[in-house]
């Protein structure tokens, strides 16, 4: 298959699983690369809204994406589940960002809610998605080698973002309770990403500030947990915890 059979591939099976279609949409304004929102069972459709920056690797963020949507569809009903805000976190954001901000003259007035919500955003997101999204793209990289040069492109892409969570701008941004838990979880994507390659260099930013452990041990509860779709929810209430991002987000059935 050339590249946009293969596409459309993934999107056949997710249709064919699900009994529902596949909305591919193209938006500039959408800050990430890719994803997918899965149909409530009183949707009639699955949603993949992809940012046309990235269009260049869009059959590997199709692929991706569609997988992580499988996951979710074939997991049994009971072990379906999403990730929540618990009700103290906004709150709690708030307070961190204001104590740190207080003093940083280029911070607007009003503004702090507002970057907290942005940075509470982004953790919730990173866990849901990041623990399971190794398991896919090593599946993608094994069983796909024609999406190997995209998913490459890719994947550096979010790689060369993810380090600026251990660099100065970022700690002058938020708080260490915050940043610490987002620098884990990047540490730990370099480090599977630069086992998969065998380029060490990957890791290395991430060794040199002192997250080395932290991502040993998430990849040891990573590879801990057994890969079926079923277990996908223990997986990320397991990096909650040891990340303490459990005191602010919680797992429920979906």
Known sequence: MDLKELQQYFIDRVEATSGKRVLLQSDPKFRG???IRVAQDNQPAHFLLYNPAHEAVLPYLVAFQCEFALRTILAEPEAQF??????N????????????????PTMPAGAVPKFSKLFSDGLGHQLRSMPVSMRIDRKLHDKYPELRDLQRKSIDSQLQEN???????????APIEIIRPNAMMNAAFAKFF???????PIFAPYIAAG???DAIKLLEIHDSIPNEPENDRQLVDAWALYTGLDKWFTTKKR
């Open 82 to 87: 999403n990730l929540v805000a618990k009700p």
């Open 163 to 173: 380090v600026h969570s251990i660099g100065p701008i970022a700690k002058r941004s």
């Open 211 to 213: 997250y080395a452990q």
């Open 194 to 200: 630069s086992g998969l390659w065998d380029e060490q």
């Open 89 to 104: 976190m906004l709150d709690e954001f708030v307070k961190l960002m204001g104590n740190h901000l207080k003093n940083d």
């Open 33 to 35: 690369h890719a994803t």
